[in-house]
């Protein structure tokens, strides 16, 4: 049996459950606009970027209290301010945030996170190049 050894090369997949799958394709197809690839009786499939994110379907779910997903953004500012326009709400923590709840950390990066329909929490970050 050929061994493939585990490397860089292979290209990452990203997962996040839900328990609702309609509410789960009007936020992650309608609000983020990433493209639908398929949708069967176990998960959604978008892609983000070239990145496959699967949207599994599961009985019940229990949301991290962390950040499950996130986006780098070139400009926060803008993307924070599209996203409200679709409804989107940005959550606020016991940390210093700007009137759009976007925290800018030590290293300069800024960061939002807002909430899926499920709870799951996902982000947007600007980061200093």
């Known amino acids: 049996m050929q061994t493939i050894p585990m ?3 292979f290209q990452i997949m990203a997962f ?3 328990r609702d799958a ?33 949207v599994t379907r599961v009985p019940d779910l229990t ?10 953004v070139p ?3 803008a993307a924070v301010k599209d996203l409200q326009t679709k409804g989107i709400t940005f959550e ?5 945030q700007d009137e759009l709840g976007i925290w800018t950390s030590p290293s300069g990066a800024r960061v939002a ?6 709870g799951n929490i996902l982000s947007l970050s600007q980061h200093v190049d």
């Open 22 to 54: 309609g509410k789960a394709r009007a936020f992650y197809g309608d609000k983020l606009g990433l493209r639908l690839l398929n949708e069967d009786n176990f998960a959604l499939e978008y892609d983000s970027n070239g990145t496959m994110l699967r």
């Open 92 to 96: 606020r923590y016991e940390f210093a």
């Open 75 to 77: 400009d926060i500012v």
């Open 7 to 9: 490397d860089s090369s």
């Open 113 to 118: 996170w807002f909430k899926d329909p499920d």
């Open 16 to 18: 996040v459950g839900t």
């Open 63 to 72: 949301p991290a209290k962390f950040t499950v997903l996130g986006w780098r």
